[in-house]
């Protein structure tokens, strides 16, 4: 029996068949590589992290190292950590995948290195994340990453770029004095100490005024957040108990 092709039921029979089947094979394409998918964001960000404690250099260590280098020395805070002004959590130790994490490292001998602070806020075209190391005392910036963003590349995307972010390490974030900011992007450069701006300023990018209008907006929102919240947990006073690791094990590892 021949099959008239051009009738409607047979065209609707036949797009629905072909729909199923590339339905399915995608379904079982995606099945397949979400845990390869999973494992390579996960290495990533915790590559990301071992930059950005300055921890070794992570470009150039293989995936091993990198794993053992975290397992090793770097710990989620077991402290909760929450602006008592806004609400914003900054950690939650019980909290799932997804759940604001802040963490804290120590270097070769043990001792305490800084906290690696959750940032995150809306750039040019949409959400930034990434993280800001600060040292134990809260007041300098140790390193900063940006895991996500959409920015344009070769303009705001260069929020990643090495050289652009080298600019943070040693910026002073101690709370400012009234009106002034933690951090500034862009505009002029300070030409004295006797400058509100002295210490805390970092050049915009060329050509991508709103993303670094963006960055600075929303990593000073977050500074202030978080000094409130580190204040009313107890951080910053370099204690022992302002850094405790997860158990008694993972601190002898």
Known sequence: ?????NKPAYVLVFSAAVSAAFTAAIMTLHALTAGAAE????????????????????????????????????RQLDVPLRDPQTGTGFNDPGGGAGAAKTLVAR????????????????????????????????KKVIGIVFLRHSETPGLGGRITEPAWRKQFRGLNVAPPAGGGRYIYI????????????????????TGATGTSAAVERFLNERLAEFDRAAKAAGLGQDRPEGARWRSRANASS
């Open 107 to 138: 270097d070769a001998d043990g001792r305490l290195l800084g906290y690696a602070l959750p940032v995150w806020g809306i750039g040019f075209w949409a959400r930034i994340d990434g993280y800001l190391a600060v040292t134990p005392d809260l």
């Open 1 to 5: 029996m021949k099959v008239n092709v």
């Open 39 to 74: 494992r390579n964001a996960r290495l990533y960000e915790q590559r990301s992290v071992v930059e950005v404690f300055g921890l070794g250099g992570a470009g150039r260590m293989t995936d091993e190292q990198v794993l053992r280098t975290y397992g090793r020395r770097v």
């Open 186 to 205: 862009g505009g002029e450069r300070p030409g004295s100490q006797g400058s509100g701006r002295f210490g805390r300023h970092v050049d915009a990018i």
